[in-house]
């Protein structure tokens, strides 16, 4: 017999072993876990990067900020992602920078 989980998920076929479709989910959800782990660690070094461009610029004399720049990135995310690509952009970029 099958089990039922909390969510009304089935958890074992009706021959006892694990339920195909849950174990993919499991698999699935594993990878996810991973991808999340690498998105975490590249967004900690971009902003880690970018902090030290902002440094490096400001102690050549430079401004803090270069809106060009940050167009062409935000262009970037937006031509990818769409207007959540936009969002995305803006939250990476406060990251390496700080708030406005």
Do not use: C, Y
């Amino acid at each position: 017999m099958s089990a039922t989980t909390l969510n009304g998920a089935t958890s074992e076929s009706t021959e006892g072993g694990p339920d195909p479709a849950s174990s993919h989910i499991a698999d699935l959800r594993q990878r996810i876990d991973e991808i999340d782990a690498a998105i975490i660690a590249l967004w900690k070094e971009r902003a880690a990067i970018s902090q030290e461009v902002g440094k490096t610029r400001i102690a050549s004399g430079g401004t803090r900020l270069v809106l060009s720049r940050e167009r062409e990135i935000l262009n970037r995310f937006r031509t990818e992602l769409g207007a959540d690509g936009t969002q995305l952009g803006l939250l990476i970029l406060r990251a390496g920078r700080g708030p406005l």
